[in-house]
């Protein structure tokens, strides 16, 4: 089974902090993905990256950047955190020309004070 | 972003009822995901549908890929207290030389023993 990790489950954050979310995977998926999930307003895609050193801009980027400098690795970063980014954040994979499936991780909860 | 609409959007049924909920769009898509969401973790995949028409079963769960691709529906029969979660859907389409996932906006689910 694929596993896609997220460090954490759950973050509590200073505004003003620089947070960094961690996202792992095992299957060797070139695509990742960052999105967010908010009560009535569904997955909202941040970032995502095709390959290693890739990355595209999704839907909300704004306030946020990401590194894949490893193909299993896909980071989050917050530049400064605002309360407004409080929110769960998933992770996913999948592999490129494949079955087109989306593997999600456990999801990260990050409370901004 | 786009979402799909997904109905209902919240539903209580008694246990060993059959349940069935569906996603709609104006865009057609090739390939159409449903998942699973329990509290505080992530969306785990239940079934993957790839042709118009198409019927997958997973279990107690089916799924159809309606004929215009652009709807489809999810199926769970004789429902235990396990089935609790949120269900969303998820529809692939190919735009601007890229792909996108369009995702619902859930329908919650509780069984009531």
């Known amino acids: 089974d694929v596993k896609v990790t997220q460090s954490s489950r759950y973050l509590v954050k200073r505004t003003g902090e620089k947070v960094f979310l961690e996202c792992v995977q095992d299957?060797?998926?070139?695509?990742m993905f960052w999105y967010r999930q908010d009560p009535g307003l569904g997955l909202r895609l941040i970032y995502f990256?095709?390959?290693?050193?890739?990355?595209e801009k999704g839907d909300i980027p704004e306030g946020y950047s990401v590194s894949r400098e490893k193909k299993e690795r896909f980071s989050l970063i917050l530049e400064s955190a605002s309360t407004n980014q409080t929110s769960m954040y998933l992770c996913?994979?999948?592999?490129?020309?494949?079955?087109?499936?989306?593997?999600f991780g456990s999801g990260t909860q990050l409370s901004v004070l | 972003g786009q979402q799909l609409n997904q109905s209902p959007q919240s539903m209580f049924i008694q246990e060993g009822e059959d349940v069935s909920m569906n996603c709609t769009s104006s865009?057609?898509?090739?390939?159409w995901l449903w998942y699973k969401q329990d509290p505080g973790e992530g969306p785990v995949l239940l079934i993957a549908?790839?042709?118009?028409?198409e019927l997958t079963s997973n279990g107690r769960l089916t799924a159809q890929f309606g004929i215009t691709r652009k709807d489809s529906f999810l199926n769970i029969s004789a429902s235990i207290p396990s089935d609790v979660g949120i269900y969303f859907c998820?529809?692939?389409?190919?735009?601007?030389?890229?792909?996108?996932?369009?995702f619902g906006t859930g329908t919650r689910l509780k069984v009531l023993a």
């Open positions: 996913a994979s999948r592999v490129l020309g494949g079955d087109e499936k989306l593997f």
């Open positions: 299957m060797d998926h070139e695509n």
């Open positions: 990256s095709y390959d290693v050193k890739m990355k």
């Open positions: 865009s057609i898509f090739n390939t």
């Open positions: 549908l790839y042709k118009a028409g």
């Open positions: 998820a529809g692939q389409l190919r735009t601007s030389g890229t792909y996108k996932y369009i």
